[in-house]
């Protein structure tokens, strides 16, 4: 008799607890259900996004747009029932980009002469008021440069490794061919290059050259380094093989020294563990060209949403949630770095962060990254979590995380990134086009109900 009481009680009890999973896993449900809802139908994001790429810009590091930017999203943020918002000083280092840039293809004997669609990289030296002008080498890799020895006194290094469109992932394609952009002209310089132009870092053939930075050494005067658009890329490698090709280069770069800016740092304090913070973040520079607003006006006004919306839904949560837009991200990550290191002489704990920095398309999940002993800690949690996003086409999968907080790894937290569909992203990334005609606003939104529900759950784990 005694053994079918307590039968019936352990099954009561385990029935119980099934019963307390399954409202909690409804309740949750729900919750990112209204979520969801209040962003496609407000859209705030959308709004903040048109005034940073339209009426702001492109916002370099230490240049005015920028603070503009500071000031803009400071303000935004003390409206959503933040604790506090502060500015938090770092040291950038400011590039300015001058006159529109030249290259341009002289005398050919199949062409005669051509003007090509360039834009200066950013750490990009100066020609010089006369310009310069010089022979044409074609190299796929830095290792052929090295090969090259002394015939590349004087010429002008043209980098023209694709992307290997046979990636599903386009990041990784920009992954395999970006060492040429960072690397490559400061190799051509060491190698005696008067100049260097690199294929713009897409998969897409089109007319819309690419900036991005490219790192000197401090031993070597940076020579004219120019992104040049696929297209033109594509010309200079046909002439290539019938005729020999000089051009004439043209750059006005100016390297105007260390400037003060700033992060923009918005908390909610929480109301039971207070001590354990969740970050969301996108950075706040962007080139100078465009409007950046895939580029990362979209991270920026995502986090921020992130905010509105639970204060839409009147959420109060139980650990600290930081929106924090990070400076200098495009060329130093001062940003990142200065915030990590305040954070640890501070002690804080950042139990999670989330990046957003992969443009405003239709996100596709998160990929997180930890060291192995956190990801076991979170493993039981990430099935339910899935099960709760999947109507929203949403996975969390093993993986990268994002730049600015990936220095706050040590503090044993669980870092993500959102990852949106990334098969356009390259189009836009680091050009002209970046502006807000290039997003739109219901993909946007569903980029910020997607953070913000990955907050909530992390909010409501144990």
């Given amino acids: 008799m005694r053994q079918i009481i307590i039968t019936i009680l352990l099954v009561t009890y385990w029935g119980t607890a099934d019963f307390g999973q399954a409202a909690e896993q409804e309740e949750k449900a729900f919750t990112i259900k209204k979520i969801h809802e209040e962003a496609l139908t407000n859209q705030m994001a959308y709004k903040w996004l048109y005034y940073l790429s339209e009426k702001i810009g492109g916002r370099l590091a230490g240049s005015p747009e920028s603070i503009a930017a500071v000031e803009f999203t400071h303000q935004i943020l003390d409206t959503l029932n933040t604790t506090k918002v502060w500015n938090q000083p770092c040291e950038v280092n400011y590039w300015y980009r001058g006159d529109k840039e030249e290259v341009r293809i002289i005398n050919n004997s199949i062409i005669g002469t051509k003007d090509l669609k360039v834009l200066a990289l950013g750490g990009s030296g100066a020609s010089g008021k006369d310009g310069i002008s010089g022979e044409v080498i074609e190299v796929k890799s830095l290792e052929e440069v090295k090969l090259l020895g002394a015939k590349a006194k004087d010429k002008i290094i043209f980098y023209n490794r694709a992307f290997n469109n046979g990636h ?125 607003a895939h580029d990362d006006g979209a991270g920026c006004v995502h986090s921020m949403e992130v905010f509105y919306l639970l204060k839409k839904i009147n959420y109060k949560p139980r650990r600290t949630l930081r929106c924090v837009l990070f400076m200098n991200e495009e060329n130093g990550l001062a940003g990142g770095k200065t915030y990590a290191d305040i954070s640890e002489k501070a002690g804080e704990h950042h139990y999670a962060a989330i990046e957003s920095d992969a443009g405003g398309f239709v996100p596709k999940g998160f990929s997180y990254d930890a060291d192995t002993g956190i990801v076991r800690k979170y493993t039981p949690f990430f099935a339910g979590w899935n099960e709760l996003l999947e ?50 606003p219901r993909e946007l939104a569903l980029g910020s109900a997607a953070m913000a529900s990955l907050v909530y759950l992390l909010d409501q784990t144990p």
């Avoid at 061919?177 to 690397?183: A, I, L, W």
């Avoid at 086409?393 to 669980?414: H, M, T, V, W």
């Fill in 391 to 440: 109507p929203y086409d949403i996975k969390i999968n093993k993986g990268g995380s994002g730049a600015d907080i990936g220095p706050l790894k040590g503090q044993k937290g669980i870092l993500f990134g959102l990852t949106p569909d990334s098969q356009r992203y390259f189009d836009f990334h680091h050009t002209e086009v970046d502006r807000i005609s290039a997003v739109h």
């Fill in 168 to 292: 599903l992932r386009t990041f990784n394609a920009y992954g395999e061919s970006v060492d040429q952009r960072v690397f490559g002209p400061n190799l051509a310089a060491k190698m005696g290059a008067r100049a260097c132009l690199v294929r713009s870092m897409t998969g897409r053939l089109d007319d819309n050259p690419h900036t991005g930075v490219t790192i000197f050494e401090s031993m070597f005067l940076p020579i004219p380094a120019l992104g040049v658009s696929t297209n033109d890329a594509e010309l200079l490698s046909s002439l290539l093989k019938r005729s020999k090709v000089e051009v004439f280069v043209k750059t006005t770069c100016e390297d105007r020294g260390k400037k003060q800016s700033y992060s923009v740092i918005g908390e909610i304090r929480g109301s039971e563990k207070p001590d354990e913070i969740i970050l969301v973040g996108g950075h706040l520079d962007s080139w100078d060209v465009g409007g950046g």
